[in-house]
């Protein structure tokens, strides 16, 4: 008997086919996710009628079969994609390698080549941190391996600064950092803290190149910018680089600024982590997020000022920002390391379940919702291989921690220290009582689909931007990503965010009850 489910007038209304893929095919799933629900919530047929309570049962472990397909195929997408991003990790690699070759050759003779090496290996002793901090030098030689030069345009050597990042355990001169994450000396089962620990920036070498990124269209951050570009050329020697918008605008101004840098095409941008040592961003939350968006992989240390109307993450006063870059170009600096989420959407209509789009990194949330259809949308969730839930609402936001006092907070999502790694999973007006909000490890996979029977589409989009049709069948699937987004602090991460959301949401203001009135001191 082909599995099927009875509808109310006695029709077999689901059947279900293997692909060739070895998943069930998309329309063998068609209302599936939503029948499989059904029938595991209807109790048992009890009763005396023998082939009722059997074929119920027959249902039942169709049903079962059905959502463990559903869970397979959650887990299939979610490793594809997983392979997606090494791929994409391999393909950067190797763009900086051809890059680096061809400016060695273009700028180096062979003997000057290896000169620079042997110099910078014996300014790089094999292990020079201790367990407590890590060396970006080390990091590069393990994974990116681009600690060599970079040439400018007037064949000078330019080299990235290196930094050692170490965080402060509590209790450093207690045994606890000297725990893994998990110990069981003597039999007693202990934790080192992994979440909570303040992180600081210690450069290695001096930083020598900056990248400015400037909110548009404002005429106080134009001011500002370019009086910073003038002051870090003239004061501290650095090399800038800007957008090309702001290159034109500063040229505008005087020719004098033909020194600053810019770039050509996204393979530039692309490779402009290897370049640059600091982000300085003028504008608001905004900006932060832009300037995150352009570094698809590995991100160099953030300072955001704050020219914006709220700035929970832009700690930097302009109007002291040479004290601020003094400061933290000498350093050593305080740094929030701001998690971000890799997306990825994976079509329905795609040939193998590999074929997934470029990812996207989000440094506040992903939100799908109900776009402009006035429909609920009906999304599908699942974490790794379990059924989360069925959201029918007007969407769902999976937001980071930085991301918790943005989109997910208006929401009703709990506002969570950015240091804290974990995935929030908010819905937005979800049309039941009872769903509240979650917060998941950082561990997990997240996948949310658009299932075949939902009435409508749903939009994704991307730190409110880049928006994505998704269509019944298509899903979006989201994790972790590996590179965070180092924000220099003002003070450290936790008085940061206490004063952004004291100063920015006037977080839980009430005047004090006055000293004189009825009392209860016993
Ligand atoms: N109902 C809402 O609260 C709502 C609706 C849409 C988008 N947003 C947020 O706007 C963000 C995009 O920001 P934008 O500046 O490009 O757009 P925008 O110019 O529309 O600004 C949105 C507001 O969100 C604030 N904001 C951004 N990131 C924040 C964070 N991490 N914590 C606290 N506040 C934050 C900004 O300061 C700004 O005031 C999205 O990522 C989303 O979180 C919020
Ligand atoms: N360099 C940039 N290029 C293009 N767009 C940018 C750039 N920097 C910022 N933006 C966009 O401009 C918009 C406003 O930026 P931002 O949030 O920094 O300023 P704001 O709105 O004045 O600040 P606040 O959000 O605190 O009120 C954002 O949507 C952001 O994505």
Redesign the pocket.
């Known amino acids: 008997m082909p599995p099927s489910k009875l509808n109310s007038s006695g029709e077999a209304s689901v059947s279900c086919s293997q692909s060739e893929n070895g998943f069930l095919s998309s329309h063998s799933l068609l209302n599936s996710e939503k029948a499989v629900q059904e029938l595991l919530q209807e109790s048992p047929v009890q009763g005396s009628d023998d082939h009722l309570i059997e074929f119920s049962e027959a249902m039942r472990t169709v049903a079962k079969a059905l959502r463990r397909a559903a869970e397979a195929k959650a887990c299939a997408q979610a490793e594809a994609a997983e392979w997606k991003r090494k791929y994409e990790l391999e393909r950067m690699r190797n763009l900086q390698l051809e890059h680096k070759e061809k400016s060695l050759k273009e700028h180096h003779s062979d003997d000057e080549r290896m000169e620079t090496l042997a110099s910078q290996s014996s300014m790089q002793p094999e292990y020079c941190c201790g367990r407590n901090g890590i060396c970006s030098h080390e990091v590069l030689r393990d994974g990116e391996a681009d600690s060599e030069p970079n040439f400018l345009p007037n064949n000078k050597f330019m080299r990235k600064a290196s930094f050692k990042l170490s965080w402060w355990c509590k209790g450093e001169h207690s045994d606890q950092h000297k725990h893994d994450i998990v110990s069981f000396e003597r039999g007693n089962i202990t934790t080192a803290e992994r979440s909570s620990r303040q992180i600081s920036l210690r450069w290695e070498s001096d930083p020598q190149t900056v990248l400015i990124l400037t909110k548009p269209n404002s005429t106080s951050v134009q001011i500002l910018c370019i009086e910073m570009v003038r002051w870090l050329r003239a004061q501290k020697k650095l090399d800038i680089y800007v957008e090309p918008r702001v290159r034109a605008e500063l040229l505008s101004e005087s020719s004098d600024f033909n020194f600053v840098h810019t770039w050509k095409d996204a393979n530039e941008i692309m490779l402009l982590h290897t370049k640059v040592d600091l982000v300085v961003t003028l504008g608001?939350?905004?900006t932060v997020?832009w300037a995150a968006s352009m570094f698809k992989g590995p991100v160099p240390p953030v300072v955001p000022f704050s020219l914006?109307?709220?700035?929970?993450?832009t700690p930097f006063y302009s109007e002291h920002y040479r004290e601020c870059l003094n400061s933290i170009l000498k350093g050593p600096i305080s740094i929030t390391l701001r998690h971000r989420l890799q997306c990825h959407v994976i079509r329905d209509d795609a040939k193998t379940e590999y074929e997934t789009e470029e990812p996207i990194l989000v440094l506040?949330?992903v939100t799908i919702d109900r776009g402009i259809s006035s429909y609920l949308v009906n999304l599908e969730c699942y974490c790794d291989n379990s059924f989360v839930t069925s959201v029918q609402g007007d969407g769902l936001i999976l937001s980071t921690t930085?991301?918790s006092?943005?989109?997910?907070?208006?929401a009703g999502g709990s506002m969570v220290h950015p240091q804290v790694p974990g995935i929030l999973f908010t819905p937005i007006c979800p049309h039941s009582l009872s769903f509240r909000p979650l917060i998941l490890p950082e561990h997990v996979t997240i996948r949310v689909q658009v299932p075949f029977n939902s009435r409508s589409q749903a939009w994704a989009s991307f730190?409110?931007?880049d928006r994505k049709q998704l269509k019944p069948g298509d899903a979006l699937v989201c994790s972790m990503a590996p590179w965070p987004v180092p924000t220099a602090c003002l003070v450290d991460s936790t008085n940061d965010f206490l004063r952004s959301i004291h100063d920015?949401l006037h977080w839980n203001l009430r005047k004090t009850q006055s000293f004189d009135g009825p009392r209860d001191l016993s």
């Open positions: 608001g939350d905004g997020l914006g109307s709220l700035g929970f993450m506040n949330e930085s991301g006092t943005a989109y997910s907070l208006a730190d409110g931007k920015g």
